[in-house]
């Protein structure tokens, strides 16, 4: 077995699509449609062939509330690895997203918060070597 | 020979799209020997629905304010989406959602057969496959009301059969679009 793919929800896939891409700058790897069904993924142009995440539409009440909650709480839906956590700060706020938190030293690791537009919260962690 | 091994879809025909912007509608004609009583009863009663459409539904769907759940045949993650029937004008027109997108059937009668009708809004880019997909399930559909089932053909069973590829590019050259990259990569690999 691999760790091949994670899920976030989204309100809306085409918005998230662009969001994900021409924001954050991953690149979109799968995207195919089975009726109303559909699987879309994105990877990262650093690695394009690594763990994969699927920006899954959140048509279900039940992943909503969590979503909304979660949200509500101020926790981060998923997070995102970088080596440069402050140079992705400012490259993605120069093209408009908003952050919750700017680059903030935690134990271990310096992280930033920002919004993905779809319903969540997104967390960039650089790693601080040690 | 069975039913089914008889069974070669007909070429393309009798869809059209119609472009609101981004929105696309997919629209569906059909000519079927059978009563609209009949093709009511396969629209909505949910043991008529599994022998041809390419959903599940755990009720009726002939009542008006009624809520359904949907179970998409064969989507890559179980796919259940509510709905609440929004229009049911029997045997005359039926409309409900199924996940985002609008359903709207139309029966006109033409003296002991039917004129059916589907608008539907299926993603821009996936619009052929979904008419190679009605095509199949219309043909399955008058197959089970002629007392000839051939059995549902829909979801990973529709992609594999070699007319539904056909369909498929048929229907994209009638539209003006590409054919979509089906099946995806990962797929083709295995």
Known sequence: ?130 | MTNLERYTPGPASGAQIRKDGEKWTLILVRELRHSREKIWEALTDPAHLREWAPFDADGSLGTVGTTVKLTTVGAPVPHVTETTVTRADAPKVLEYKWGGFNMRWELEDLGGGTRLTLWTNIGHRFISMGAAGWHICFDVLDHLLSGTPIGRIVGPEATKFGDWQRLNAEYAKQFGIETPNWPPKAAQNS
């Not at chain 1, 699927?54 to 997070?79: D, E, R, S, V, W």
């Open chain 1, 1 to 130: 077995m691999k760790i091949k793919v994670t899920s976030i929800y989204v309100d809306d896939q085409d918005k998230a699509l662009r969001f994900y891409t021409e924001v954050l700058g991953f690149a979109k790897k799968t995207d195919f449609s089975q009726s109303p069904y559909r699987w879309l993924t994105v990877a990262s142009s650093e690695e394009p062939d690594g763990t994969e995440l699927q920006l899954a539409l959140n048509n279900n009440p039940a992943a909503k509330a969590y979503q909304q909650a979660i949200f509500q709480q101020g926790q981060p839906a998923t997070m995102f690895f970088t080596d440069d956590v402050k140079g992705d700060y400012e490259r993605i706020k120069a093209r408009g997203a908003e952050f919750t938190m700017q680059p903030t030293d935690v134990t271990g690791s310096t992280i930033a918060m920002l919004k993905d537009t779809c319903g969540n919260l997104i967390q960039i962690t650089q790693l601080k070597s040690w």
